[in-house]
Nanobody, 115 residues
């Protein structure tokens, strides 16, 4: 069973930075796409950023220029560097991995940005 464990969330002031990590229980090279999604209270889960194996990252317009996704295949970990955080970035952030037709999710990590 594949497990994805997120860490790095917390409370930060607007303009601050956080780095989220997603550690996989298996080689992430088996996943074509890995990414981060977020869900604010009362809203749907939205894509934040994805990164294909050996490909170009993709970002939601709302985070372009502020967030950077990366994957370290040797450490089986995906990262999300978040800079210039805004209160509207407050949400639970979920790690996602896809292999063929199977999708895996982490349990989520809370990010709260105070104004």
């Amino acid at each position: 069973q594949v497990q994805l464990v997120e860490s790095g969330g917390g409370l930060v002031q607007a303009g601050g930075s956080l780095r989220l990590s997603c550690a996989a229980s298996t080689r992430i090279s088996r996943f074509g796409d890995m990414g981060w999604y977020r869900q604010a209270p009362g809203k749907q889960r939205d894509l934040v950023a994805t990164i294909p194996f050996g490909g170009t990252p993709n970002y939601a317009d709302s985070v372009k220029g502020r967030f950077t996704i990366s994957r370290d295949n040797a450490k089986n970990t995906v990262y999300l560097q978040m800079n210039s955080l805004k209160p509207e970035d407050t949400a639970v952030y979920y790690c996602n991995a896809r292999a063929f037709s199977v999708t895996y999710w982490g349990q989520g990590t809370q990010v709260t940005v105070s104004s």
